[in-house]
């Protein structure tokens, strides 16, 4: 069965550190393009990082470039999303999801995406 788990979020101060974990299982994570999105209360869902199958293709937002990393390793069938500097904004529930067979990396056409983990929340706070 196809599933995809998230894990590490928390409280953390503006400026902290975070890693979120995205395992997955029922397929070898390494054929697929993986991203993360988030979606902050009272507003849509939105791209924030992909990794593509070769490992070498990933994207950011804008908002999110230069602070945050993602990262695959097909060993432990898990992709990171590690996130440095955090601000309030990037307060949100943090999902993964696995791209259709085929499906290059993309931040911005959510339809190419067809299996999605639970979420885990972030909060940014002092």
């Known amino acids: 069965q196809t599933r995809l788990v998230e894990s590490g979020g928390g409280l953390v101060q503006p400026g902290g550190s975070l890693r979120l974990s995205c395992a997955a299982s029922?397929?070898?994570?390494?054929?697929?393009?993986i991203g993360w999105f988030r979606q902050a209360p009272g507003k849509e869902r939105e791209g924030i990082s992909c990794?593509?199958?070769?490992?070498?293709?990933?994207d950011y937002a804008d908002s999110v470039k230069g602070r945050f990393t993602i990262s695959r390793d097909n060993a432990k069938n898990t992709v990171y999303l590690a996130m440095n500097g955090l601000k309030p904004e990037d307060t949100a529930i943090y999902y993964c999801a696995r791209g259709r067979p085929g499906a290059g990396c993309s931040i911005k056409t959510q339809r190419e995406y067809n299996y999605w983990g639970q979420g885990t929340q972030v909060t940014v706070s002092s």
């Open positions: 990794i593509g199958i070769s490992d070498g293709t990933t």
């Open positions: 029922g397929f070898a994570l390494g054929y697929y393009a």
